[in-house]
C-alpha cells in the first residue's frame, strides 16, 4: 500500500521563530554562490512565468531549483499584481509560496510562506555583494526606496559591514522616508537622513540600494555616481537610467539571462555583452576579484535566482521540523 503523503504548511510566524540569524542568513547565502560557481553542480533554469490579462503589469513566476552540494530543492511561485493597493481590495501586490521536496524521491515535504524569505534572501544576497566589493571603511549607504526591502537591505547590510552609520533615505513621499527614518531609528546606531530627491540619496555615497517599483523614466542617473560607489539595484533594470549600466567600470550579477531579459522589458536600449558581465558566484568563490581599485564604480545585481530561496528555506524547514513548528497536512 502506498505510503501517506504529508506536508508541512509554515506560516509567516512559523518562519520567523524558526529563522536562523542575519548573520547565519548571510553566510547561507555565500555558501550558496560558493557552491552554484560550478555550474554543473546545480540547476537553477531562468525563471518562467505567465502574464494575466486581468491586471497590467502582473505576472506568475515559477522558480524551480536543484542546488546539490546543499541537497536543496523545491520551487517557489511567486505573483505580483502591482494594482492590488490602488484597487484597495485589501490585499498586498505580491504573493508566494515555496514548495520543498525530497531530494530522495521527490515527493512533497512542506509548503512555505514566500515572501519572509524573498525578503530576507534579496538583502542578503545585497549584503554578500558588499562584503565582497563595497570599498574598505565603507561608512555611507544611500536607500532610494524605503518600503519592505529598504528595511530589509539597511539590516543585512549593516550586519556584513558594520561600519555603516550615515545613511540617506529617498522615496516617493516625505512622509514614507520620515516614517522609514523615525521606525529605524531605533534598530541601530546610525545617522538617518530624509532627503527630497534621490540624487541626494545617490551622490557621495559609499553603497548604494535601490528597490522601487518599476517606472518607465528612469529615476536614477549615471551622472550622479560618485567614483568609488558600489550600486546595488535590487529592482534589477527598473530604477537606473542605460548609462549607468553601460558606463559602469564592471557589472556583476548572479543571472546574467535574466537580467538581460528584465533590461528588454526595462530599458530596451541597453545592450549589455556577455564579455562585460561578471558572475557574483565566481567573485564569492575567488574565482574573479572584488573591489578592484578604490574608484571602481561596480554595479552588483542580484537578479532573484531561485537557488538562494531554496537553500534558506530548507534551514527554515529544517530547524521548524525540529522544533516542532508548522501544521501538517494530508495529500492523501
Known sequence: MAKRIEVSVLSEQDIVASAPSRAEMIGIIERTYRACADEGASQIPTKIGVHPETSPGSFCHAMPAWIAPERALGMKWISYFPGNGAAGLGVPDSSGIIVLNDPDNGMPLAILEGMWITYARTAACAAVA?????????????????????????????????????????SRSKESRERF?????????????????????????????????????????????????????????????????????????????????AAARDRPALNLPESRHVRLEDVVAGRAPGRVSPHERAIAIPTGVASVDMTLAWEIYRRARDAGRGTKVALT
Open 130 to 170: 558588499a562584503r565582497h566589493l563595497a570599498a574598505d571603511g565603507a561608512v555611507r549607504l544611500g536607500l532610494v526606496g524605503c518600503g519592505g526591502l529598504g528595511k530589509w537591505s539597511l539590516r543585512m547590510l549593516s550586519e556584513a559591514l558594520p561600519a555603516l552609520r550615515e545613511i540617506r533615505v529617498a
Open 181 to 261: 527614518c523615525r521606525e529605524m531609528s531605533a534598530e541601530g546606531p546610525w545617522n538617518l537622513v530624509p532627503v527630497d530627491s534621490n540624487e541626494d540619496a545617490v551622490r557621495g555615497m559609499d553603497i548604494v540600494v535601490s528597490s522601487i517599483q518599476k517606472t518607465a523614466m528612469p529615476q536614477a542617473l549615471e551622472s550622479w555616481w560618485s567614483a568609488g560607489t558600489l550600486v546595488i539595484p535590487l529592482d534589477v533594470a527598473g530604477c537606473w537610467d542605460v548609462a549607468t549600466f553601460e558606463r559602469a567600470d564592471r557589472v556583476i550579477t548572479d543571472g546574467y539571462a535574466a537580467f538581460v531579459r
